[in-house]
Structure formats: C-alpha cells, structure tokens
C-alpha cells in the first residue's frame, strides 16, 4: 500500500470514528480529589497515582508502541524510552513546580500529532515523500518533552497544595517511570510474540495505519473542544 493511501486512509478512518474518542487522560474522580486535599508528604499515595497515570495513559502508550515498534534489540529500546522518560520528567516537574500552563487542548493535540508522526515514520513516509529520515532520537525526546507539559497541566488544574510539592511530584514521576516499564514489559512480550508469528511484515502497516488514524481521533478531539471551550 502506497504512503499516500495509507495517509489518507488512516485520516477517513479518524474522521468516520467521530469526535466521540475518549477524552485524553488525566486525573479524575478520587485520585483528583484525594491529590486536591492531600497536604504535606504523601510519597507513597503519589508513586501508585504515577503509575496509575502511565498503566492507563493510552495516549503515551500508544506514542511509546510506536517508538519500539521496529526496534528489535533491547539497548535500541532501552535507549529510545530512556529518551522519552527524560523529555517527559523534565516538562512534568518544570511544568508543575514553576506553574507553567498552557490549554491542554493544544498539548494534547500535540500528544495526538506525535502517534502520528511515529506511525508516519513507521510507515517509510519521511523517506517515501521526503527524501529524508528524521532523527529519531531527538524526534522521541521533543515530544516527551510535550507529553510531560501534558500532564503538568492537567496537575496544575487541580491547584496542588504547596506543602509537600516538591516530595510529591519527584514521588509523582518515579511512579510514572515505574508504570512505563510495567506497561512496556507488557507491550514487548506481545511484540515478541507477535514479530514470530509469519505474517508480522503483512499485518505491520495495516497496524500503523490503525495507529495513524488513533492519532488523528486525539488530534480531532481535542481541537474540537478548543474551539467549543473559546467559543462559548
């Protein structure tokens, strides 16, 4: 299948799905309450909320398949995700401890427009259309850096007591790390088991595109309710 095609195909798929894709994550319900009351030192609530937060991030999950999706050799993958996790901590405490905000509409656009990229690039398109093959790793590292902005400002939405700030949200962010691994654990046995089945090169675009075209339902879904939230 063409770039084009698969582009385009990925796009109609987004767009027959609607804009009724779930909301991307944050924190809410309990875990918003508990973490908008909570004062002081709460190192261990706030290491299982990361990881809760990275266990059940699609978004990021979705991002981070893509980014292993073609690596074989676990010092590749080491290497990529460790660039993630880096981009990701340094916006998500930045983010938090010197309340830097911005609408996380528009950041979770961008979150949305990086599954598309790496499915993009999964796909041969930067050299297929271009001529050209980003790197990578810098690729993975920018937009880790949105990811953690990402989260910043859901967090700084629930007005986060300054008392115990700082403990919390170092507790915060070794819990997503810890999450990552579980989640990539996970996600590599699959890949492993789905990379020896024979038909893995036939079912690997078709798989990109479905990626693609997640990304497309984020992007679409966040933008729409940017201009529904400046509207009204």
């Known amino acids: 299948m063409r770039t084009g ?10 767009s027959l799905l609607g804009t009724e894709a779930a909301l991307a994550h944050g924190v809410t319900g309990g875990d918003a309450a508990f973490m908008s009351a909570a004062a002081g030192w709460n190192i261990g609530p706030y290491l299982y909320l990361g990881a809760k937060h990275m266990v ?9 398949l893509g980014v292993i999706f073609f690596l074989y050799r676990m010092k590749d993958v080491a290497l990529y995700v460790t660039m993630f996790s880096i981009g990701h901590s340094i916006t998500l405490l930045t983010g938090v401890l010197s309340h830097i905000w911005l609408s996380p509409y528009l950041v979770d656009a961008i ?28 690729a993975v590292f920018g ?17 986060l007591s300054a ?39 036939r079912t690997a675009a078709a798989a990109n595109v479905l990626l693609m075209a997640a990304g ?6 966040q933008l729409v309710g940017y201009f529904t939230e400046t509207t009204s």
């Not at 095609?5 to 987004?14: D, E, G, M, Q, R």
């Not at 880790?144 to 910043?152: E, R, S, T």
């Not at 497309?216 to 879904?221: A, N, S, T």
């Open 163 to 201: 008392d115990g700030l700082v403990p919390n949200m170092l507790a915060f962010n070794v819990g997503v790390e810890l999450g990552q691994i579980t989640a990539l654990g996970a996600i590599l046995l699959v890949m492993s088991w789905w990379r020896s089945w024979p038909l893995f090169q």
């Open 111 to 138: 979150i949305g427009f990086s599954v598309v990229y790496k499915a993009f690039d999964n796909l041969g398109g930067f050299r297929t259309w271009f001529g050209v093959e980003p790197d990578q790793r810098l």
């Open 216 to 221: 497309f339902i984020l992007i679409e879904y």
């Open 56 to 64: 059940t991030g699609y978004d990021h999950l979705l991002f981070l």
């Open 143 to 159: 937009f880790g850096l949105v990811h953690g902005f990402g989260l910043a400002t859901k967090l700084q939405d629930l007005q």
């Open 5 to 14: 095609a698969i582009v385009a195909t990925a796009a109609l798929t987004a």
